[in-house]
């Protein structure tokens, strides 16, 4: 099965006045969906900027096979976002087998009880992924900002995408607040393309993929297209994930004044 990394957004993603049907970002974020549709994976393992655990353990949600209320982890955005639905169900059975792989590697995890966050819930339902035929279960980054660690888990998990697993990684390429609602992005900021290009170098350039996404916390621009890093850091576990996938495909470019909705597809074919 490919490994996907997606852009998410905020909860506006959902409104069709903003993000129409015929819209660059809506229509990349749907072909993706229709691509995960037509697999018929086993799951979607999903791992987002918005779920940090400690710095050395991991949760997973999934803990029992009922759906958890949905985190509504946003704020300041018109009443009827706060009631968007997406229904799906859970799957103990994988949460078991992922929390196994990770302690067989000594990474400690916990099984618990929790809602999807919008940086999953949010992008799946844009993708059409509501109602999804498959389980959604939803794990957790490290609390740090260690690129290598992070890249690490993901080739933990490689083995679930020959067991029908799909593993997403949802953040954003490029993901600046602070210029974003300080009003100082009047225009597309000269870092947001330059750290974009860096990313999409190391993903399809890079004879080694998975050092050259660690080598990215040299860039000059990191700081700038990323003050924190749990945006950039699913990501890393993408890569990790992807190991030695022959393609690397970008399905989605588009930007937004100090963010980038990059996407990108690892896959065997």
């Not at 991991?58 to 009631?83: A, V």
């Not at 597309?188 to 004879?207: C, H």
Request: charged letters at 20%.
């Amino acid at each position: 099965m490919p490994v996907y990394f997606v852009s998410h957004g905020g909860p506006n993603l959902l409104d069709p006045k903003d993000y129409p049907p015929n819209e660059k970002i809506a229509q990349g974020l749907g072909k993706i969906g229709n691509e995960i549709l037509s697999l018929n994976p086993r799951a979607l393992l999903v791992l987002s900027g918005h779920w940090e655990a400690g710095a050395t353990t991991l949760q997973i949600n999934s803990k029992n096979g009922i759906p958890q209320p949905l985190i509504y982890d946003f704020y300041g955005f018109p009443s009827w976002m706060y009631k968007e639905e997406f229904p799906h169900r859970p799957d103990p059975e994988l949460a078991r087998q992922v929390s196994t792989m990770l302690n067989s590697a000594n990474i400690p995890t916990e099984i618990v009880d929790r809602g999807l966050d919008h940086g999953v819930w949010v992008a799946l339902k844009k993708a059409g992924l509501a109602n999804a035929p498959f389980p959604i279960v939803q794990l957790s980054l490290f609390h740090n900002e260690s690129m290598e660690k992070h890249v690490e888990m993901g080739e933990i998990l490689a083995p679930l995408r020959d067991q029908g697993v799909i593993i997403v990684g949802s953040g954003m390429a490029v993901h600046n607040l602070r210029d974003l609602f300080t009003g100082r992005s009047q225009e597309v900021p000269a870092y947001v393309p330059m750290f974009d290009k860096q990313i999409e170098q190391a993903l399809l350039e890079s004879d080694n993929r998975k050092q050259a996404v660690v080598e990215l916390e040299n860039s000059e621009y990191l700081r700038k297209a990323h003050p924190t890093l749990e945006h950039l850091m699913p990501l890393h576990v993408a890569t990790g994930a992807a190991k030695d996938s022959i393609k690397v495909k970008k399905m989605l470019e588009a930007y937004q004044l100090s963010l980038s909705w990059s996407c990108y597809k690892f896959s065997d074919e």
